[in-house]
């Protein structure tokens, strides 16, 4: 790999922010016979997604993690067209941490589907255990990238960014709608490539 300046690195989590993993969980829980409740899409818990108890949300989840259909994600809104054109127009790359598996197959599934979609975007893939807290990876990566975006659907690990150094920008779900962390929020990938490329200047929304 060659050298890609410090400044030029992006740090993101994976799902439900560069790819759609709600999707890909649907149609396959679906296949398994499991329906969402009413206000689903409001609901972070994917146990109270499915009227189930938060433990039984979870092993479903690692199940899913874990399986071949992790490796066929499709990206989320906008993420191919802009992720690529930051990569290769801007010479930015990226840092995936994501809490997805330990699981070695899990891992080359993930970095297979990142290749896929996004080309050499992608300069390394950490992977942590099924819904792991990202509290001591991103405090290890502050040492070298503090300062450089980090981008999150999840409020809790964007303070944990935000608090490490880095630049949070928040991916806006139906779920994290109400959240009250600092970081800039986004709707989508046409968002984050003008807050990159303005250095995190904001602007007002004209839309």
Not at 44 to 66: C, D, P, T
Request: aromatic share 12%; net charge negative; with cysteine.
């Amino acid at each position: 790999m060659h050298m890609v300046k410090k400044d030029k690195i992006i740090l993101t989590d994976i799902d439900g922010v560069v790819l759609d993993w709600e999707e890909g969980f649907s149609v396959w829980a679906e296949h398994h016979g499991h329906t969402k409740v009413e206000g689903y899409q409001f609901v972070y818990s994917i146990g109270e997604r499915y009227g189930m108890s938060y433990q039984a949300g979870s092993n479903l989840v690692k199940i899913f993690n874990e399986s071949a259909a992790i490796g066929f994600l499709p990206p989320l809104r906008d993420a191919q067209y802009f992720i690529k054109k930051l990569s290769e127009q801007h010479g930015y790359k990226f840092i995936a941490v994501t809490s997805l598996s330990l699981d070695p197959y899990a891992h080359m599934l993930r970095e297979r589907n990142l290749k896929k979609l996004f080309g050499d975007a992608f300069v390394e893939v950490i992977c942590l255990d099924t819904g792991a807290d990202k509290d001591e990876i991103l405090a290890e990566l502050s040492k070298k990238y503090q300062g450089n975006f980090w981008i999150e659907d999840k409020p809790e690990n964007l303070k944990v960014g935000i608090e490490c150094g880095f630049n949070g920008i928040l991916m806006e779900h139906g779920h994290n709608m109400d959240h009250k962390e600092p970081g800039y929020v986004v709707k989508n990938w046409e968002e984050i490539y003008l807050y990159v490329i303005n250095q995190g200047l904001t602007y007002p929304n004209t839309g």
